[in-house]
DNA sequence: AAACTGTAGGCGAACGTTCGCGCGAACGTT
DNA sequence: AACGTTCGCGCGAACGTTCGCCTACAGTTT
């Protein structure tokens, strides 16, 4: 392992002093041209690169964000983890950012974790993910005064910068989609109370519903756990209805709860997309190889991951924001499970 | 924002010099227990933290792990990522570690980012993922005699650390089992040549069909492209041939070929898991949610990433290992697309 | 009483930077 | 010729640590 090459090395190589190089190599303070290019020669001959724990010790700034987020149970995929941890690197190398990723196990330590690596100098920033309602992360640096954005929201009178995908927009899409096709009684399986993704999601349903002056059947809302099972007994009870009151459109807040629907249809031998139309949520990439194919709605998580560093690089450097808040729209992504056209 | 605690700070509180703050709170040298007592009561009291960049630019090190991962296609889930991630950095912070991650698009830059993180003091070592033959970032590694770890092998005479799961006996137990159900003509989704991971997995294959005294057919092994497509069309032309010659079981190399398989068998009426019976590989989780539900080989990820972590702080910090090289043994996970008996 | 031993804790230096002050030289102005 | 300005660059200090050496004092031995 070679030695690492200092200012200092580079000082001595050009003949000037190390706080000259420092100068130079940061094009700061008036030199000589010929002096500077004799330093960036030295420089570069010897392959000199800033160390970062000295420049940062300096600066007083690590020049790191933090990213937290809530791992999945095992048996449920995170797809959108690598898309958007991806996008979120790159743009934070751009910026000159690195990233700091911890797992968030709720119960876990609470908030510990956050003011550890603020005392300890490790990051200038947070993003969060997997909001929810009374986010006690949010809370916490808000109180704190410490630089985050979300990518989420929260309750509304929580004010600070967040990057969401509009939800109610999605679900309205995939509602309006399923009016479309011709269908009047559209079934929607959703979450438990008390989630505000899951609040924010319905409210597109309902005003999909509304705008098309169809009533909203409160039976025709199935709220529960984010799970297979419970969407497919639920849909399930459903298909049992006479054949007058039955819903021959689902929205699910989710393609596991989607599926859920599909086997459900299935099940009682209905073929998908003619005699039930579902609409799932998320667009898993392997949702497109499920017979039939699920139509789902698909969010820009790499815009996301841009917008949320963008923001919160803008936040730590002091500079202004066009928008403390983002809100991206979500793409309907057609497959058969909701149309024979295709 | 409030200003951050420094030694000095307790060194003021608890009236003694800096230096001898360090000394007691890193407990080395001798102090009248007293003092020792009053010192930790001041740091206590301050809610003193050591400042990160400050200590590693004393120790020469940045405890700092480089993760480096190839990211998937936009339409094909990571759905490892989010455990694997997980569990690394559980255990990296239980060494005092935080991870870096960076994805690394092939061709990119090839291999100055690392040498970047290097030159610049960020990592203490890496933890590479997506490995194939001849791979340039080992190489250069090596070469640099800079501390990595491997998630999966290349060259053999190529000699580092590595965590790989054992491929082959993934796939060995997947022919195995459909053996077992009485299947003799078993043919194999595989990979194009040329790939590290995809001969490790096809070997499993014919070593389990050697082992059970059947031939290998050639004609029974489709190398290809790893998608949908490509499996489906491939395993449609088996179902062509005469009933005596065409395979009843269909091992793939990945989950994705399997579901190609699957629809290839449907879309000749047969029934999966009787007429024709179909095994996987990942064990992707909405593998299980598929009609019908896919059988599959289930990798130790968290297992692969405690290890890959243990095995790198190891070699960082000079100990001893146990074993430079650790081969996980993957599982199978027996659902209804390779036995009706379930 | 001088010399030795041991202990508690202070002090200076260093890690690799950046930053602002200030000095000397060259040049221009009165 | 004396003075002011500008320019180029060096110098000291600081960021928050750790580390090894040094000192002062007390107790013990000769």
Redesign the pocket.
């Known amino acids: 392992m070679k030695k690492?090459v200092?200012?200092?090395d580079v000082a001595k190589r050009a003949d000037?002093?190390?706080?000259?190089v420092?100068?130079v190599?940061?094009d700061?303070?008036?030199?000589?041209p010929e002096?500077?290019e004799r330093v960036w020669q030295a420089a570069r001959h010897l392959g000199?690169?800033?160390?970062h724990n000295?420049?940062n010790?300096?600066?007083?700034r690590s020049r790191m964000i933090g990213y937290s987020w809530v791992p999945e149970k095992p048996n449920q995929a995170n797809h959108i983890l690598d898309m958007f941890l991806t996008s979120m690197v790159e743009v934070a190398k751009a910026a000159g950012y690195h990233l700091l990723p911890f797992p968030y196990r709720e119960g876990d330590d609470g908030v510990v974790g956050y003011r550890e690596l603020i005392d300890t100098g490790r990051v200038d920033g947070f993003i969060l993910s997997s909001m929810n309602y009374e986010d006690p992360r949010a809370r916490f640096l808000l109180e704190q005064q410490f630089p985050f954005v979300a990518f989420g929201r929260s309750n509304p009178e929580m004010d600070f910068p967040y990057v969401d995908v509009d939800g109610a927009s999605g679900l309205q899409l995939a509602t309006e989609h399923l009016i479309s096709q011709g269908h009047r009684r559209i079934a929607v399986l959703a979450w438990p109370e008390h989630s505000r993704v899951g609040d924010d999601r319905l409210q597109g349903y309902q005003a999909a519903m509304n705008a098309a002056g169809l009533p909203t059947d409160p039976d025709l809302i199935a709220r529960g756990e984010n799970n297979f099972e419970r969407a497919r007994d639920a849909a399930g009870r459903w298909l049992t209805w006479d054949a007058d009151r039955r819903p021959t459109g689902i929205v699910a807040l989710t393609d596991i709860m989607a599926i859920g629907a599909i086997h459900a249809g299935q099940a009682r031998s209905l073929t998908i997309g003619r005699d039930l139309a579902i609409v799932g949520f998320d667009d898993a990439p392997m949702a497109q190889y499920l017979w039939p194919p699920l139509t789902s709605v698909r969010q820009p998580t790499r815009e996301a991951g841009r917008k949320c560093v963008e923001l919160l690089v803008a936040l730590i450097e002091g500079k202004e924001l066009a928008a403390r808040q983002v809100l991206l729209q979500p793409e309907l992504i057609v497959r058969q499970s909701s149309s024979l056209i295709k």
């Open positions: 690492r200092s200012i200092k000037v002093s190390y706080q000259t420092s100068k190599l940061n700061k303070a008036h030199v000589l002096t500077a000199y690169r800033p160390h000295a420049r010790l300096r600066a007083q």
